[in-house]
C-alpha cells in the first residue's frame, strides 16, 4: 500500500468536521444544520433513509457544492472547494469511461488527481491488484460486471492514496458476494490509516464494518455512536426471543415480560446467559415442546425506527 | 390486446417532450426556414450579377448597348473605357464581379444584309456562378437584337436573324477546376464537421449522467480546463473530418489540392473552421440536458446554418436579404475561405478577414460555453 499524501496532521485533530451545515435547494431544505464528525483512520456510517441528505452532506464535504450556512473541515483546513490531495470521492453512479479499459479508466483519473510518472505506474499496479483486476486489466470496462465495475468504481477514487474517502452507496447493487468483497478492500484501506465515511441505506454493512454511525434524518443528524451505544440510549440492550412451540400454552403461566398466543412465545430479555435456560425450563413444565428458537440482540434498523418512526428502507 | 399496446405507445410519445418537438416542431422549423429562404425567388429577383461592361465611349453601337446593360435589372453594371479591360479583368479574377462583359468595336454591321462585322463579344465569366454567365449572354443578346431591330427595321427584334457573336471566357475556373467539387467539398464538409463536433461533444452530457463529471470536478479538474481539453480534442476530430473529405474529392473527384497554395490555405481555414465548429458544438451540449435534447437541437440548428451560409445551395441562389441574413453565420465565412482558396487562387493573407472572423467567432462560442457551464460547478 501506498503512504497518504499528508503525514503530519495530528491524531487529534478531526479528518471531517461538519458544523450546522445548511443546504436549501430551491424550497427544499437538503441539509438542515447537519453535525458530524469523522476520526482519522475512523470508518463511520452515514445512514439515513432516500431523501434523507446523505449525498448533499457527501457532495458538501468533496467540495462540490456551497453551503448556505455552517462548516466543513478537512484535517483542520475550511473546506471551500475541491480538495484531491485529501479527500477521494467514490460516487454512488459508476462514474467510468466505459469504452475504456480498467488500465486506461486508472491512469485517466490517477493523472487527473496529480499522480505521474513511476507513482502513478505502482499506484496503477496496487489498485489493480487492490481490485482483483489484474487478469482483466486490459478489457473495457463495457465487458466488466457490476460487481468489477463497482470495485474499479472504488479504485478510481482511493488510487491516489487521499486521507480521507467519501463512498456514496459503494455496494449498491452488488451481491451478497460482491459485497463482502468491497468490504474487504475498504477494510484494507480502512487499516492504512484512510478515513472512510460511507452513506449507505443497507444498514447490515456498516454494523458489522463501520466503527460509529451518524443517523440523519430530513438534512440532520439526529443521533450518532457505536452501535451498541446507540441501541443502549433508544431500543436498550434487551434481546428479543422467540420460540415457536409444539403444544398449547397458556398466558397465565408465564410473566410479564413474556407475551404468549399458544404457539409462539416472545419475550424480553436483559440476561439472556441468565433467563433463557429458566424460561425454556417454564415451558418444558407447562408441557410445551421448543421447536424453534430466535434471540436477536436489538440492531440499526431498530435504533431507526425508534429514532424517526420509519423504515430506514422507506 | 391492440388498443392496449396502441395506448402505451400514444401515452409514452405524449408524455415525452423531445420526441413531440422532433415529430410536429422540427418540420415546421425546417419548412420555414426553407420557405423563407427560397420563396421569395418566386417574386423576387435573386442577387444582381455584378457585371463590368468595357466599350469605347466613341463607339455608337458598343455605347448604345452598354447602356441598355446597365439598364437590365438582373444586373449591377459598372462602365469603363477600353483603356481599362485589363484592370476590369483582375476584378473578375479575384471575384469581384461575376461578368466583364467587352464590347469591341465594328459589331455594329452584324445585321441582315450588310457585311458581317469584324469583332465579337467577350464575356469574361467566373464559372463559380454558373447562372451569372448565362443570363449576361442573354442580356446582351437580346439587348443587341432590340437595338439592332429599333434602328435598321422599325423596332421588330423578330428581324434580326443573326445572333451577335458572344464568345464566353471563363476568367477563373480553366485549367480543369471544379467548381460543383470545391462547393460541395466545403459546404458539405464544414455541414458535418458541426454535426460531428456536436454530436462528440455529447460526452459532456454522458459524463453529468454518469458521474464522472462529478469525479472530475472533485478531482480539480476544473471546468475551465475541462471545457479546453474538450473543445482541443474536438477541433482535431473536426479537421481530421474535413481533412479526409477534401482528400477524397481530390483523389476521387479531381479537386485541386496536392500545390502548395492550396495545401497552405486548406490548412489555415481547416483550422480555424474546426476550432470554431468545436466551440460552437461545446454551447449545444453545455446548453442542453440530455443527449436525447441535444440530437434534436442539433438537427435544427445546424440544419438551419446549413442553409442560411450556404453549405447546402449556391448563395448565388438566394435573395439578397436571406445572403446578407447568411453572412452573420461562421461558416459563410468558411466556405467563403475555401472558395477563395480553391477558386479564386488567392494567396494566404487574402483569408485574412475570413480566419480573424472564424477565431474571433472561436473566442466568442468558448466565452459562451463556460459561461452557460456555470450550472455545472459548484451550486
Request: aromatic letters at 6%.
Amino acid at each position: 500500500m501506498h503512504k497518504s499524501a499528508v503525514d503530519t496532521d495530528s491524531v487529534e485533530t478531526p479528518a471531517v468536521r461538519v458544523v450546522g451545515a445548511v443546504k436549501r435547494f430551491g424550497s427544499s431544505m437538503a441539509l438542515a444544520g447537519l453535525d458530524l464528525q469523522l476520526r482519522p483512520g475512523e470508518w463511520l456510517g452515514l445512514l439515513g433513509a432516500n431523501g434523507a441528505g446523505k449525498t448533499t452532506a457527501m457532495h458538501s464535504i468533496a467540495g462540490l457544492i456551497n453551503l448556505d450556512d455552517g462548516i466543513i473541515e478537512v484535517f483542520g483546513q475550511r473546506v471551500s472547494g475541491p480538495q484531491p490531495q485529501l479527500i477521494g470521492w467514490v460516487p454512488q453512479e459508476i462514474a467510468l469511461y466505459p469504452h475504456l479499459t480498467a488500465r486506461e479508466n486508472l491512469g485517466a483519473f490517477g493523472r487527473l488527481n496529480g499522480l505521474r510518472g513511476p507513482q502513478l505506474g505502482e499506484a496503477m499496479s496496487w489498485a489493480l491488484s487492490w481490485t482483483g483486476l489484474e487478469s482483466r486489466a486490459d478489457e473495457r470496462v463495457t465487458a466488466y460486471s457490476g460487481g468489477m465495475k463497482r470495485r474499479l468504481n472504488i479504485a478510481c477514487g482511493v488510487l491516489h492514496r487521499p486521507r480521507v474517502l467519501l463512498l456514496d452507496e459503494p455496494t449498491v447493487g452488488v451481491d451478497p458476494q460482491g459485497r463482502e468483497r468491497i468490504l474487504g478492500m475498504l477494510e484494507e484501506v480502512r487499516q492504512d490509516g484512510t478515513a472512510l465515511l460511507q452513506s449507505t441505506h443497507e444498514f447490515g454493512d456498516l454494523e458489522r464494518t463501520s466503527d460509529r454511525l451518524v443517523i440523519m434524518d430530513e438534512g440532520r443528524s439526529i443521533a450518532s455512536g457505536t452501535l451498541g451505544e446507540l441501541v443502549a440510549e433508544t431500543v436498550g440492550n434487551h434481546a428479543a426471543l422467540t420460540l415457536e412451540i409444539e403444544g398449547k400454552l397458556s398466558p397465565d403461566q408465564f410473566g410479564d415480560n413474556v407475551c404468549c398466543d399458544g404457539s409462539t412465545l416472545a419475550a424480553t430479555l436483559g440476561d439472556v446467559v441468565e433467563e433463557l435456560p429458566r424460561l425454556l425450563e417454564d415451558v418444558r413444565r407447562a408441557g410445551g415442546h421448543v421447536v424453534q428458537l430466535d434471540v436477536r440482540r436489538p440492531g440499526i434498523a431498530e435504533v431507526f425506527m425508534q429514532l424517526t418512526g420509519r423504515d430506514l428502507r422507506e | 390486446m391492440i388498443r392496449t399496446v396502441f395506448m402505451i405507445s400514444l401515452l409514452s410519445v405524449l408524455r415525452d417532450r423531445v420526441a413531440l418537438v422532433l415529430t410536429f416542431v422540427l418540420p415546421l422549423v425546417f419548412f420555414s426556414v426553407f420557405a423563407a429562404v427560397f420563396a421569395p425567388m418566386d417574386t423576387a429577383s435573386t442577387h444582381a450579377v455584378q457585371t463590368i461592361v468595357v466599350a469605347d465611349v466613341g463607339e455608337t453601337f458598343a455605347s448604345h448597348l452598354a447602356d441598355r446593360m446597365a439598364a437590365q435589372p438582373g444586373l449591377v453594371v459598372e462602365r469603363r473605357e477600353t483603356e481599362a479591360r485589363a484592370s476590369a479583368l483582375a476584378e473578375v479574377h479575384v471575384g469581384h464581379v461575376g461578368v466583364v462583359l467587352i464590347l469591341p468595336s465594328g459589331l455594329e454591321p452584324a445585321v441582315p444584309g450588310k457585311s458581317p462585322g469584324n469583332g465579337e463579344v467577350e464575356l469574361h465569366a467566373d464559372r463559380s456562378n454558373p447562372l451569372a454567365a448565362e443570363l449576361v449572354r442573354g442580356l446582351v443578346q437580346s439587348s443587341a437584337a432590340e437595338l439592332l431591330a429599333e434602328t435598321y427595321f422599325g423596332a421588330d427584334p423578330g428581324e434580326v436573324r443573326e445572333p451577335l457573336p458572344v464568345l464566353v471566357i471563363d476568367a477563373v475556373g480553366a485549367g480543369g477546376k471544379r467548381p460543383s467539387i470545391s462547393f460541395f467539398a466545403a459546404g458539405l464538409g464544414v455541414m458535418f464537421l458541426m454535426f460531428a463536433v456536436t454530436g462528440r461533444s455529447a460526452i459532456l452530457l454522458e459524463e453529468r449522467e454518469s458521474g464522472v463529471l462529478g469525479r472530475l470536478m472533485a478531482a480539480r479538474v476544473g471546468m475551465t480546463r475541462l471545457l479546453l481539453g474538450r473543445w482541443l480534442f474536438l477541433a482535431v476530430l473536426g479537421a481530421t473530418q474535413v481533412l479526409v473529405m477534401f482528400v477524397w474529392a481530390a483523389l476521387a473527384f479531381g479537386l485541386d489540392l496536392f500545390t502548395p497554395r492550396h495545401l497552405a490555405g486548406f490548412a489555415v481555414t481547416t483550422i480555424a473552421v474546426a476550432a470554431a465548429a468545436a466551440a460552437f458544438g461545446l454551447i449545444l451540449s453545455v446548453a442542453c440536458r440530455t443527449r436525447t435534447q441535444l440530437n434534436g437541437v442539433a438537427v435544427v440548428v445546424i440544419l438551419t446554418l446549413s442553409v442560411l451560409g450556404g453549405n447546402m445551395f449556391p448563395s448565388f441562389l438566394m435573395p439578397e436579404g436571406i445572403r446578407e441574413l447568411g453572412r452573420w453565420t461562421f461558416n459563410s465565412w468558411a466556405l467563403e475561405a475555401y472558395r477563395k482558396v480553391f477558386w479564386y487562387d488567392r494567396p494566404l493573407h487574402e483569408l485574412l478577414p475570413q480566419i480573424a472572423a472564424l477565431l474571433a467567432a472561436t473566442l466568442v462560442f468558448l466565452f459562451l460555453a463556460r459561461w452557460i457551464a456555470r450550472r455545472w460547478e459548484r451550486v
